[in-house]
């Protein structure tokens, strides 16, 4: 007995969504670092202060990195899974030809 090839389009949905949360916490947790950041800087004074602002500097250029790749994660996961999607294109390609046989 053999189980019918099928592309799971509700299971698909239901990962991407979960993949989504995941990265929307990731975002808040990226605003939150930024957040105490400020916060500490407007602590600092003197040379402690420039010091601070030179770390945070690199944070931020790291901060920034981090997020676009979350985005572009996203995005691809996006692209690949939802209806309409590279899977869906590739799941019809291949249900045509089976068609043609």
């Known amino acids: 007995m053999t189980n019918p090839i099928h592309f799971n389009y509700i ?3 239901h990962s991407t969504d979960r993949v989504s949360t995941i990265v929307n916490n990731m975002k808040t947790n990226i605003e939150e670092i ?3 950041r400020d916060k500490l800087l407007q602590e600092f004074e003197g040379a402690g202060a420039k010091d601070y602002q030179w770390l945070t500097d690199g944070l931020n250029t790291r901060l920034g990195n981090y997020e676009a790749s979350l985005n ?3 995005g691809k996961i996006i692209q690949t899974s939802t209806k309409g999607g590279d899977m869906d294109v590739v799941d019809g390609q291949i249900a045509g030809g089976f068609r043609s046989v």
């Open 11 to 13: 299971e698909a949905g």
């Open 34 to 36: 930024k957040r105490l």
């Open 72 to 74: 572009k994660l996203n």
